[in-house]
C-alpha cells in the first residue's frame, strides 16, 4: 500500500510541475475580444458612448510571442456605431503593436493606430488575464486611444475590452 501511495504521489507531483515542458518561442498566439469604448475627451468636452450614439468594437488578432517578455501583435478591429436606430460598420482600426509582457498575466501594449475614417493615433493597452486555461485563457483589457486627424480635434479616450486568447 505504501508504495502505491509512493508511486501515485510522485506521479501527481510528475505531472503537477516537475513534467512541464518549456515554451518554445517564437510562438503564435490568437484571440477574439468585445471593447466598450466608455468616453471621449476632445474639443474641451467629454462625451460618452451611452447617448444618442453607441459604438461597439470587435478586435481580433495574431500574437507573435518572440520571448517570455515580448512579442508584437497585429489586430485588426471593426467597429459598429449605432445612431438613431440605425446600425452599421462605422470604421475599422489596423493596430499593429509591440507587446511587454510580465508576470502574473500582466501586458503593456503599445499599438500604433489607423483608422479607416481618416484618424490615426497610437492606444496603450494594459491587459490582464484573469483565467489561464489549458488551450484557452480569458483576458481583461483598458485601452486609451489617442486619435488625431481628419480635420477633427485631437482626442484621447477610454475603453473596457474583454476576450479569449487561444
Known amino acids: 500500500m505504501i508504495k502505491y501511495f509512493t508511486?501515485?504521489?510522485?506521479?501527481?507531483?510528475?505531472k503537477a510541475g516537475f513534467a512541464q515542458q518549456p515554451v518554445v518561442y517564437p510562438k503564435v498566439t490568437g484571440y477574439f475580444s468585445v471593447v466598450q469604448p466608455l468616453a471621449t475627451y476632445a474639443?474641451?468636452?467629454?462625451?460618452g458612448n451611452f447617448g444618442n450614439v453607441y459604438v461597439l468594437g470587435f478586435p481580433f488578432g495574431v500574437n507573435l510571442l518572440k520571448s517570455d517578455s515580448f512579442g508584437v501583435s497585429f489586430e485588426v478591429a471593426p467597429a459598429i456605431r449605432t445612431e438613431k436606430n440605425i446600425s452599421k460598420v462605422s470604421t475599422v482600426l489596423f493596430h499593429p503593436g509591440a507587446m511587454f509582457r510580465f508576470k502574473h498575466g500582466f501586458t503593456f501594449i503599445g499599438r500604433m493606430a489607423f483608422e479607416t475614417n481618416g484618424r490615426f493615433g497610437v492606444t496603450p493597452?494594459?491587459?490582464q488575464v484573469i483565467k489561464r486555461g489549458k488551450d484557452a485563457s480569458l483576458f481583461v483589457s483598458v485601452p486609451f486611444p489617442v486619435r488625431l486627424g481628419n480635420d477633427q480635434p485631437a482626442s484621447i479616450g477610454t475603453g473596457l475590452q474583454l476576450g479569449v486568447s487561444f
Open 125 to 127: 493597452v494594459f491587459n
Open 7 to 14: 508511486t501515485l504521489l510522485l506521479l501527481v507531483c510528475f
Open 43 to 47: 474639443g474641451g468636452k467629454v462625451t
